[in-house]
């Protein structure tokens, strides 16, 4: 049985809970609480969990009295523990009624294949169980959980090195993270080409994030831990004074969420120069002043349209970021791809310079957007739509590239547009454009209009005779 089938079995057992009224979020944060105990066991890390409280006391009990001590053993992991185990279970809360419900999760969970589940990675098992929840539009989970294909392409272009602090200030389920992780340990043979030092500043500080949301940030501390990494995830909001210490990053990779402040209200950061009520203008800011100044930190920023070209503050935010980094590329991505099927959106690419003044001369534009099919479950993204771009991104002299979809704008055509960075975009070929009619006299049009006006001019003759006759 392979990690895909183990997904389905897992995702199935939902169907037990219906009756319980459970949502599918709700559902995966009930497995993270119980795989963490079974994957524990079967990785023998199970060491700082109270032995009263392992997965082999666990699967002896039936009826009321595993539900009285699943309960028992969610209040002393979340109240008398420490380290990663306190963060996962901390305000853990069942909402499994009916014993009979969870018995059956529990025993079909330790019946199956883990021996393949382990040697296929049970990180990866895990991943695949976060997807599939997102990919779940009853699950309303799809704001957490980034297209794992653009995720890729976006760490491959920014390309994560050893040493390197790389950060997700909205780390959502720390999707970014696993993948510069996994890049960064498949171009050092899973990191025994590094040194010891290397190796444990890998694991322990190299990735790090931030999470709002308390479900959401325990499915993250899961899945770091079920890939060895054990850098700080926080729960908090990157938009409040929490915020003001990321700094220094060499890396950060993120996908903010969309949307306004409830009430509209700024920013809590007193740090900001522009604080606005506009969450992805607030978020922009904290990214590119979290990079170190040192000509070589760079980002790699998912963000909506209206970040493009939002006047006032979003102006003088895009003049900032483009004083402040090297803003080189753009790629405005298709629509469809994420959980809001209508929302436009791009991914903004600098890197921060030494200086605060003009380090952006040029920027590049690759339309992925215009002329391209609908994508949805039945047409999924895939890497190869992204061939062009990258091949336009890695080219070695960009103005030679011959690809109708990539553009260049200078720093003073773009200030002459007041700082608006919605360009770019190809023609259209689904809007009429009237220029390309055909011409009148070429389609005879002229000719079909000056018959006409004989025939009128006939008429009015052949009327005034009448009326002399009369």
């Not at 040697?119 to 989970?141: D, F, R, T, V």
Request: aromatic content about 8%; charged content about 25%; hydrophobic content about 40%.
């Amino acid at each position: 049985m392979n990690n895909q089938e183990i997904v389905s079995k897992l995702w199935n057992l939902c169907n037990v809970l219906r009756d319980d009224g459970i949502t599918y979020h709700q559902y995966v944060t009930e497995l993270t609480y119980i795989l963490f105990l079974k994957m524990a066991k079967e990785t023998g890390t199970d060491g700082a969990i109270p032995a009263a409280y392992r997965w082999e006391e666990l699967v002896k009990k039936q009826g009321i009295e595993l539900k009285r001590f699943y309960n028992q053993l969610l209040t002393h992991l979340g109240e008398e523990t420490s380290g990663r185990i306190l963060e996962i279970y901390a305000g853990a809360r069942s909402n499994i009624d009916e014993p009979k419900n969870l018995e059956k999760i529990i025993l079909n969970i330790d019946a199956l294949d883990w021996y393949s589940a382990k040697e296929e990675g049970l990180g990866n098992l895990y991943e695949g169980l976060l997807e599939k929840n997102a990919n779940e539009k009853k699950s309303g989970a799809g704001q957490y959980f980034t297209p794992r294909v653009l995720i890729n392409v976006m760490t491959r272009l920014i390309a994560p090195q050893p040493g390197e602090r790389c950060n997700d200030p909205a780390c959502g389920t720390f999707g970014f993270m696993i993948a510069a992780d996994r890049f960064v340990k498949d171009a050092t043979d899973e990191y025994f080409d590094l040194s010891t030092a290397a190796q444990a500043f890998q694991k322990n500080e190299a990735f790090s994030g931030c999470e709002l949301v308390h479900d959401t940030h325990r499915l993250a501390l899961m899945n770091a831990m079920l890939h060895d990494i054990e850098g700080e995830i926080l729960l908090g909001d990157t938009l409040s004074s929490a915020g003001k210490a990321m700094k220094n990053f060499d890396v950060v990779l993120t996908n903010p969420p969309f949307g306004t402040k409830k009430g509209g209200e700024r920013s809590t950061r007193d740090d900001l120069t522009f604080p606005s009520s506009n969450k992805q203008l607030n978020f922009l800011q904290h990214i590119y002043r979290s990079l170190k100044a040192d000509g070589k930190a760079r980002a790699a920023v998912v963000l909506p349209d209206n970040v493009l070209f939002a006047d006032g503050d979003g102006a003088a935010i895009r003049a900032d970021l483009m004083n402040k980094c090297n803003l080189h590329t753009i790629l405005r991505l298709p629509t469809g791809i994420f959980y809001a099927q209508g929302v436009k959106t791009n991914v903004l690419f600098f890197t921060r310079g030494q200086s605060e003044k003009d380090n952006t001369k040029e920027v590049w534009f690759y339309d992925l957007r215009t002329n391209m099919k609908n994508f949805g479950k039945t047409s999924p993204l895939t890497e190869a739509h992204f061939d062009g771009f990258i091949a336009a991104y890695t080219a070695a002299d960009r103005s030679a590239v011959s690809d109708e979809r990539f553009s260049c704008f200078s720093r003073d055509q773009i200030k002459d547009k007041n700082d608006s960075l919605d360009l770019g975009l190809i023609r259209d070929d689904s809007i009429i454009d009237y220029e390309d009619m055909p011409d009148p006299i070429e389609s005879g049009e002229e000719v079909v209009a000056k018959l006409e006006e004989a025939v009128d001019l006939i008429q009015s003759v052949l009327k005034e005779l009448r009326s002399l006759e009369a």
